[in-house]
């Protein structure tokens, strides 16, 4: 969110009046939104794989209570936040000053148009998670391009680790494999080869749960991070072959850090960092699929043409629209993400096969 907040509003280093060593490091801070997703994908491969393995190895895996419980978590928000990104463009495009912004080409995030985006066709598409493979991400909605992504990471690797799995049939085991191989092929080579991003995630929870692998290193977490930090800092002024290489380097030195920061674990956390961690988590899927859409409409609103200097006064402004946004991403999840957890209950019972 800071991210897009800061491209849409502010200048771009090149052009600021004052290069001081805080502003600087505000740019740098605020410039790391693409290498937050791939952190994302690590998170989500160790939490969602270390459910399935689990599952798996406890035999009591089921597709549909899985399948129902991944719909439900993305779909209670995603629909809503459809609705609202649309309704919000839908607005924007109605506003004189801003037709370069919804009919033109938004180039700091590379919209071609937001008008032509802006369809039922595409509005399905993303819907049921076709975007970036199908159809384009809707609207103005760019962060929508790595829910397609995860969402068919959630099916691929349980078909994968299924094929793995000693005692499954050979007819299961077939079609397992024939599956896996369509699947592939339907998601395109782009979207397979950031699967081993996520992957990396899944890894890192049977690495951990290895008695062969305990490194006793009192500063290794520190150490990682150090290696973590230090690759996202030569990032910045430095260039790979490909921009997959680039992200392969962020997410796997991620993941060395994560794993060390599991190695040093504690039972208990602090009572005030536990409940921020909570509260911000809570709503942080709602943040990330409403938050652009919104402030290209207020951008619209407020100065379609200028972008601002970073001195205090538009800081200041910066910060109230950063928080503006927050809160409406917090009211939007205490009406759906905040459910989640019942809404699946329910749809688990629901589905459940009836006995007679």
């Given at each position: 969110m800071l991210y897009h907040l800061r491209g849409l509003f502010f200048v771009d280093f090149p052009y600021l009046a004052?290069?001081?060593?805080?502003?600087a490091g505000l740019y740098a801070l605020t410039g790391y939104g693409h290498q937050a997703v791939m952190i994302f994908f690590v998170l989500s491969g160790y939490f969602i794989g270390t459910s399935v393995m689990e599952s798996i190895g406890a035999r009591r895996w089921s597709?549909?209570?899985?399948l129902v419980s991944r719909f439900t978590r993305l779909e209670l928000v995603l629909f809503p936040s459809l609705v609202l990104g649309g309704l919000w463009d839908q607005i924007g495009m109605r506003i004189p000053q801003a037709t370069p912004i919804y009919f033109g080409a938004l180039y700091k995030f590379y919209i071609p148009s937001v008008a032509l985006r802006s369809t039922i066709p595409i509005f399905l598409g993303n819907l049921f998670f076709l975007q970036s493979i199908v159809t384009p991400v809707f609207g103005s909605n760019t962060p929508l391009w790595s829910l397609s992504y995860e969402f068919w990471y959630y099916i691929l690797f349980p078909v994968l680790f299924l094929i793995s799995v000693k005692g499954i049939d050979f007819r299961s085991r077939i079609f397992y494999e024939?599956?896996?191989v369509l699947l592939v092929w339907f998601?395109?080579?782009q979207t397979s080869f950031y699967f081993l991003i996520w992957l990396a995630g899944a890894l890192l929870s049977r690495i951990q749960r290895a008695s062969w692998v305990k490194p006793n290193f009192p500063g290794l977490p520190l150490c990682t991070g150090f290696i973590f930090v230090g690759v996202l800092a030569w990032l910045r002024t430095h260039r790979l072959s490909s921009d997959l290489m680039s992200d392969y380097l962020v997410a796997f030195c991620f993941a060395l850090w994560l794993y060390a920061l599991l190695l040093g674990s504690r039972d208990t956390t602090p009572h005030a960092y536990e409940f921020a961690a909570r509260k911000l988590a809570g709503f942080s899927y709602t943040l990330y699929l409403v938050h652009l859409p919104a402030l290209i409409l207020l951008r619209a609103l407020l100065d379609p043409k200028g972008d601002w200097q970073p001195d205090m006064r538009h800081l200041l402004y910066g910060s109230g629209i950063g928080l503006l946004i927050m809160i409406c991403a917090y009211g939007v999840a205490?009406?759906?993400?905040?459910?989640?957890?019942?809404?699946?209950r329910w749809l688990v019972n629901a589905t459940a096969p009836k006995h007679s």
């Open positions: 004052n290069k001081s060593l805080p502003i597709w549909r209570t899985y024939v599956f896996a998601i395109g080579p205490e009406c759906t993400e905040a459910h989640t957890a019942t809404v699946r």
